[in-house]
């Protein structure tokens, strides 16, 4: 049971009463005027053979005639849900029609939920590989490891559109973000910190390997998974060196001082604590935090409940505390990184999505967090700030076009400025429909329909 802390409501209660009256969260609705009769003959038949002979003599004008470009889809097998674990691909339903209310009300991204049946790597790239001719891009999510990572690498080689493993690459976008601006904050710089990884599955592996690119030193990292500390001694991780091969070269790389242990080892004079392991609360102990450097930063990201208490971890000595929850300061979830690096790589139909995009991303969103209210308690925009999603996606856009992965060109300004109009129309069509009555519970009902009629 999950309660609200201010006002005690049974959060799991409201959820479910509130998904079985709205019979979920999306819906496909026109963006053509329907003005009369004769407009069936301009958007159906016959008009619409028009666009198809356009299209069939050149591919490429799909994108011009057809919302292919604004639309993606969001690929699950329910392996790896929240932290929910494996649930299968229709309970992770709920989780990934979520994820398309977010695209489109942060991102002005159309997004199609696809839960599937199949679990095997190839099974997944083949379906989606399929898919491709009807989405200009392709959001992986909650796929297990190390599954997620095959399927990343072969499908971001193979198909021409951009293909986005969220929990790996939107986590890291946005942990880095957050980072940067904490360590402005306390005064330190990111090759000369010493850094625990706490839990090494999608999530931190892509944190590690977007810190490194950034200047963080390898050595000065040390991760822990549930069998303790990673290093090169780990003769369980080289024995699956060529299926675990992230993880294996995480050992080798890391953990100069080769420190064994736990959680707790890990810890020990770290300046920054980046965890995306099993729920808490009382994974990392408050004397795991006192036993960190001075100033240290916390960011507990483990869903649904952080495996430390913000409040705990600041008793207990750490400077800035961040978690992945709305309800806590200092929000660090992949909802302020994947709506504007989709808008971006859309908007001038980029072939893929790099870590270069994704690190432009986070400067981004670090530099505009800090013309805000920064603190220690703000240290990256809230998830719904429009001008935190439009100043991602010119970032992403612009990065695209200088690595030559763009299909056309856009200044930054033209990208912020479509971005924005991209999002503010997503959201008066929404406030319209609430507006008119179309959003409650009971619109659908058969006498509401009928009074209509």
């Known amino acids: 049971m999950t309660l609200d802390k201010n006002t005690g409501v049974n959060k799991d209660e409201e959820a479910l009463g ?28 016959p008009g619409v053979a028009a666009p198809s002979r356009a299209i069939a003599a050149r591919k490429e004008l799909v994108l011009d005639y057809t919302n292919r470009g604004n639309t993606i889809a969001i690929v699950s097998d329910g392996s790896r849900v929240l932290g929910l674990g494996d649930i299968g691909p229709e309970a992770a339903m709920p989780v990934m029609e979520g994820k398309s209310l977010l695209f489109k009300y942060l991102g002005g991204v159309d997004a199609v939920p696809l839960c599937l049946d199949c679990h095997g790597p190839d099974e997944i ?11 200009g891009g392709i959001n992986l999510e909650d796929i297990a490891t190390p599954k997620c990572f095959r399927i990343l690498e072969t499908l971001s080689a193979t198909l021409p559109i951009p293909v986005w493993h969220d929990d790996q690459q939107g986590t890291a976008t946005v942990v880095l973000a957050g980072l940067l601006n904490a360590l402005e904050i306390v005064g330190k710089t990111l090759p000369k910190v010493r850094i625990a990884l706490i839990g090494i599955g999608a999530a931190n592996t892509a944190v590690y390997r977007l810190l490194v690119a950034e200047g963080a030193d390898p050595g000065g990292i040390v991760a822990c998974d549930h069998q303790g500390t990673l290093h090169k001694h780990r003769g369980d991780i080289e024995a699956q060196a060529v299926t675990l091969r992230e993880k294996w070269e995480i050992c080798r790389q890391t ?17 920054v604590c980046l965890a995306f392991s099993r729920s ?15 100033n240290a930063i916390v960011f507990a990201c483990a869903n649904p409940v952080p495996e430390i208490l913000p409040h705990m971890a600041r008793a207990a000595g750490a400077r ?3 978690t992945g929850r709305s309800d806590f300061p200092n929000q660090v979830n992949n909802s302020l990184a994947f709506p ?11 072939t893929s999505i790099t870590d270069s995009m994704a690190r432009a991303a986070a400067h981004a969103l670090a530099d505009y967090g800090r013309t805000l209210k920064f603190s220690d308690d703000a240290i990256v925009p809230r998830t719904d700030d429009m001008t935190a999603a439009a100043t991602v996606a010119a970032a992403v856009g612009m990065e695209a076009q200088h690595q030559g992965l763009a299909g056309i060109a856009r200044t930054r300004q033209e990208l912020f400025e479509g971005a ?22 009971d619109s659908l009902h058969p006498a509401n329909i009928a009074d209509l009629s």
């Not at 790239?125 to 989405?135: E, G, I, M, N, S």
């Not at 924005?420 to 519970?441: K, P, W």
């Open 280 to 294: 808490g609360p009382g994974v990392i102990t408050t004397d795991a935090i006192k036993a960190m450097a001075g």
């Open 255 to 271: 953990n100069r001082e080769d420190i064994i242990g736990g959680v707790k080892e890990a810890l020990r004079g770290a300046d």
């Open 125 to 135: 790239t083949a379906v989606v590989r399929a898919l491709t001719p009807t989405f």
């Open 18 to 45: 509130l998904h079985r009256s709205y019979r979920g969260k999306i819906q496909v609705m026109p963006k053509c005027p329907m003005r009369s009769f004769n407009d069936f003959a301009v958007w159906y038949t």
């Open 320 to 322: 800035i505390v961040a």
């Open 420 to 441: 924005m109009q991209r999002i503010v129309s997503g959201r008066r069509a929404h406030d319209t429909l609430l507006a008119e009555g179309c959003l409650t519970a």
């Open 340 to 350: 504007g690096v989709f808008r971006g790589v859309l908007d001038v139909r980029a």
